[in-house]
């Protein structure tokens, strides 16, 4: 099992920036590819980005791409996103994710880890 906890949440006025954190414990973490996903109100859980196990590749959603930067730290068992010019549209519940294996891509499906999720707003 692997336990992940997501932080860095908040309210931000558009423009702004974020740094979301999840901490994971439980199973080494180093063998995992882990996720960044997000979902809206009314709206389907969505892909935001994913990043390989030795953080050497790394794959992000369309909507995000240029404006966010996903990175891990294996020795403190931390995987972050960081997110620049937020826009109203970006507000969502962001979960991260552990998929076994090497794999970075955007099926939720293969991840077998999640987060409870931490809460991003974004004013206009």
């Known amino acids: 099992q692997v336990q992940l906890v997501e932080s860095g949440g908040g309210l931000v006025q558009a423009g702004g920036s974020l740094r979301l954190s999840c901490a994971a414990s439980g199973r080494t973490f180093s063998p995992y590819g882990m996720g960044w996903f997000r979902q809206a109100p009314g709206k389907e859980r969505e892909f935001v980005a994913a990043?390989?196990?030795?953080?050497?590749?790394?794959n992000y959603a369309d909507s995000v791409k240029g404006r966010s930067t996903i990175s891990r730290d294996n020795a403190k068992n931390t995987v972050y996103l960081q997110m620049n010019s937020l826009k109203p549209e970006d507000t969502a519940v962001y979960y991260c994710a552990a998929a076994p294996g090497f794999y970075s891509g955007n099926a939720p499906e293969r991840y077998d880890y999640w987060g409870q999720g931490t809460q991003v707003t974004v004013s206009s």
């Open positions: 990043i390989m196990p030795s953080g050497g590749s790394t």
